[in-house]
């Protein structure tokens, strides 16, 4: 199983990316998907997650309205677009899966535990 983050970039306040986590190994059908982000010096937290079983997503309060969690599973890929950014979106962004584990659980765990992470890629929001 792999995941592999990518499409950050510098952005600057107001502008746009879609990052993409294009995996391999399982289906995305079958698992749930998060996207977190660390920022420098801060904890990491979780930006949004979508199910495999029906497609629901989830984000939060911070980037609700502004990013769009989506998949593509003939592309084996999930997006986050990302709008309206702000400097406080920079960040090294992550997506992971898990085995077993809903969005409801890795909301509730923030993260932790989950058995497959991608490397991250880097959100700079400057002007």
């Known amino acids: 199983v792999q995941l592999q983050a990518s499409g950050g970039g510098l952005v600057q306040p107001g502008g746009s990316l879609r990052l993409s986590c294009t995996v391999s190994g399982f289906t995305l059908d079958y698992h749930d998907i998060g996207w977190f982000r660390q920022a420098p010096g801060k904890e990491r937290e979780g930006v949004s997650c979508i199910s495999g079983s029906d497609g629901n997503t989830s984000y939060a309060e911070s980037v609700k309205g502004r990013f769009t969690i989506s998949r593509d599973s003939a592309k084996n890929t999930v997006y986050l677009q990302m709008n309206s950014l702000k400097p406080e979106d920079t960040a090294v962004y992550y997506c992971?899966?898990?085995?077993?584990?809903?969005?409801?659980?890795?909301?509730?765990?923030?993260?932790?535990?989950?058995?497959?992470w991608g490397k991250g890629t880097l959100v700079t929001v400057s002007s």
């Open positions: 992971a899966t898990d085995k077993i584990m809903t969005c409801r659980t890795i909301w509730y765990v923030r993260g932790y535990g989950m058995d497959y």
